[in-house]
DNA sequence: TCTTTTGATAAGGAAAACTTATCGTGTTAC
DNA sequence: GTAACACGATAAGTTTTCCTTATCAAAAGA
């Protein structure tokens, strides 16, 4: 009923379009000319339509028709879907373990991922691990893109993914974060009303207290800093203080401290997401396992 | 380097997977079983390992191996994939689906082409219809710059499109239009000296009349009137008379008439008009048949 | 043990894919 | 205007792939 299109007919009908001419396309493919010709012949064939105008009706250069410009595209997913299947297909046999594609926000990324994949895989030799690192939504739209088999973050909620999978693992909680030597250093827990006669520096994780008491303290914000570690130098200067997740906090910074905030009390779930419907490649099933039995520990 | 699957041979992995058998995967396939056996074969070939446990070692049944499970749910996406294209081109092809752009002349916009639209689309509820009316020089300017795929106008002489090409298909001519009580009403038909002391009212349509005998009548007149609403109105209060391509000339109207001009007799050929040398998409190729058809009928 | 079921294998034929050689039509250069 | 050229179409023949029929071997059920 529906026609069958084979990848090789699919490649060539693409190389003939962005190439514009059959004799390129054929050089590209391997084959003569005429093997091209038939190909897309075939393809028309199966399509019920041309996809390429004919040359006597045309200028000089090979065109695409508009239902061929309407295939192209879609020739070229498949092709590309293919291709990564079967890339994917290989990495797994060449190494028993396969091929892990990790995406996650920088700060377990820093501060827990160092540890949790060395020790991972310590017993695992032959796994090849691509990791990226960048905040939750990018995360989230690695993996449902495909661009990486399982991630860590935190699920933003309002936003909607329901074609993800979300396994918490970590609590985050938001601090004040300040020079030593600032008179708050002392308190062992902070609450919005104590920051009012201070200098407070918003980052880019300042919109998790958005919603809350502590909203107007961000309005009132002079300062905004993207940049981690300026945002730190900044800090240390004593220029100001800002709020931050725990996990966010360098570990063994010895000129600031981190104070919990209590009120507002600002909890960040972070975890496991995944796509949904779909299983985990072997290695990132591992992974996963790992991490829940090491990770939660860890905490 | 890559491997390159064929989708049949995805089918059949997925089929013997699925129905834990390759007999009952032949007869799905309508293939002979040694027929899936090779294809099996083939496919565990190109991955370099065994996507079926080996019947010596395993249970009674066609079991996958841990690669073959990896390997199924890939499977079924790309064929998924596959297939939502092809009946995607299918749908197009037979212009279910896609996008017609369309631009024509208000009086045919107006008399013709509502029935004929609601009666093409009728059983294409996913096509995509793009309208725009404007005179004639307006919808060949669109087709030459190929912001719509089809077009239906009339060929102006005297100003060259040598790279449009017009199908004509309908004959307009040239009338009067007056009030029902002006004497000329009573006429079958007119001639140009017949509206000597006539106030007449030129509009958009009338230069079609400059280069015959009538030209003095335009050059005395007064009024001049581009708003056809304003037109009529004007006419109906009896201030003058004007002259319409019959197209033009509201169908239904009880307080006017129109009495066709016979000299000058001056016909105007509307059409359609595409792109020379460039073939139309599926849904504007199949709507010009459809007019070829239904239209010229219907006059 | 005998029968049944299930997949593997062999050999031959049909279909598909590719090759070389040639042709026809527009394009370019002189 | 015509010769040379570029580009794709077509023809015929060969290689490769795919599928069939026939047969085999192993495991499971009675």
Not at 52 to 65: C, H, V
Not at 164 to 192: K, M, R, Y
Not at 229 to 234: D, E, F, Q
Not at 263 to 285: C, Y
Request: proline share 5%; aromatic share 8%.
């Amino acid at each position: 009923m529906l026609p069958e299109f084979k990848i090789a007919q699919l490649r060539h009908f693409v190389w003939v379009a962005e190439l514009k001419g059959f004799h390129y396309a054929a050089q590209k493919a391997c084959r003569t000319q005429p093997a091209i010709s038939l190909s897309i012949r075939d393809l028309e064939n199966k399509l019920g339509a041309d996809v390429f105008e004919k040359r006597s009706t045309k200028s000089t250069m090979t065109e695409l028709t508009p239902f061929g410009k309407h295939f192209l595209p879609k020739a070229k997913e498949l092709i590309a879907h293919h291709d990564s299947i079967s890339q994917d297909m290989m990495l797994m046999r060449n190494n028993k373990s396969g091929h892990l594609r990790l995406a996650s926000v920088p700060s377990i990324a820093c501060r827990l991922l160092p540890n949790l994949l060395s020790k991972f895989v310590a017993d695992s030799p032959d796994l090849h691990i691509s990791f990226y690192d960048d905040n939750s939504e990018a995360v989230l739209r690695k993996i449902e893109k495909q661009q990486v088999d399982i991630g860590i973050a935190s699920l933003p909620h309002g936003h909607e993914h329901n074609n993800i999978l979300f396994t918490p693992i970590w609590q985050d909680e938001i601090g004040v974060v300040c020079h030593n030597e600032n008179p708050l250093a002392n308190n062992s827990e902070l609450h919005w009303q104590d920051l009012h006669d201070q200098r407070l520096i918003s980052n880019g994780t300042s919109r998790l207290l958005e919603e809350t008491e502590a909203a107007p303290l961000l309005d009132g914000s002079q300062f905004y800093i993207s940049n981690m570690l300026s945002l730190i130098a900044m800090i240390e200067a004593g220029i100001g203080i800002t709020t931050l997740p725990r996990f966010a906090f360098p570990e063994h910074n010895k000129t600031l401290c981190f104070i919990p905030l209590k009120t507002p009390h600002v909890i960040r779930q972070i975890g496991i997401v995944q796509l949904k419907n779909s299983s985990l490649s072997p290695a990132a099933q591992a992974f996963a396992d790992f991490i829940l039995k090491q990770g939660a520990a860890q905490q």
